[in-house]
């Protein structure tokens, strides 16, 4: 906690360039502890990256959300806007990114760029999961905040049994490997994850209420993420379950056979879900969102790839729900 309260009174750093002299730079003590104390991760997909904390090269214009969860702890959060101002936004729309801090932060940018184009009412909210950091005094909450640290175990043997069937011995031990140092390692869960995705909805967009209805894009982790915050949603049955208009979900690592297709019914879903995706098995997954109604479209093979084309059928979908 010393060390915390000392890095936190740092607010600038000497930069070394490879030609020039050396200057002086302002820097977010917030970011420079995360970047020194924040727990590594042996997660696969998880990299040195994640010092790259903000974002270069979007066209969004980037906010800072506020949020409360777990207590009286004060957190925040960019995000990256695309579209009108709150108060002219007929349709607002709330996207999250994958776990890996680099080419699937951005995911949703350009589908948010291309709405706002496309749509004078849009208001497009790409969160950059990675920037969060806490906005109050010196504390470690904010540590284990990052993408890497929400994750669910897998303690279902059948089911990961029939997750690695047909693999090679070599890859079945790789992904044993990888579920027990989650296990072992992840301090949060998925559930935690829901509710501070929900925060940042509600308290940092304002957003998930009557006349503030939204639609959610979801990928990957966040799809594990978002489904979750759907089933809560559901059970609670509030308005803010009311207030979600459709969610657009590209193979979600919800490792659960059951609870997906309860959450979505009434809900207008669209997926894209590779057959052959290696990461979250269609085979085992899916049948659930379709007996809830999604509809799967998009590319039927490529693996667990971001999959640009889908946003053909995204914007379709969105700008249809209003």
Known sequence: RELIAALHEIDSEVIVPSEGEPFVESRDPHLRLRRTLAPPSSFQGCSPEEAQFMISGSAGQRVSLTFSCFGDFDFTCDGYFFGVEEESATKRIFAVHGVTPGISRTRW??????????????????????????????????LTMLPKHFFDTID?????????????????????????????????????????????????????????????????WSGAIGMQMLVDAEKEDGEFRKSIAGAVVMHPAFFSRTGAKKAIEGLPVIMCWARDDPKVAYRLFAQQYLDGGAKIVGPQSGGHANFLEFDDDAEEFLLGLY
Do not use: Y
């Not at 948010?112 to 999961?129: S, T």
């Open 109 to 142: 940018h350009a589908l948010g760029e291309r709405l706002a184009k496309a749509d004078p009412g849009v208001r497009f909210c790409a969160i950059d999961w990675h920037s969060i950091d806490r906005t109050d005094a010196p504390q470690e909450e904010f």
């Open 156 to 220: 279902d043997e059948e089911l990961f049994n029939e997750m690695v069937s047909g693999l090679p011995a070599d890859k079945v031990a790789n992904q044993k490997a990888l579920l027990d140092s989650i296990n072992s390692q992840c301090p949060r869960d998925g559930k935690e994850g829901a509710q501070v995705l929900r925060a940042m909805i509600e308290q940092g967009c304002g957003w998930g209420k009557p006349g503030k209805s939204f639609s959610l894009c979801i990928k990957s």
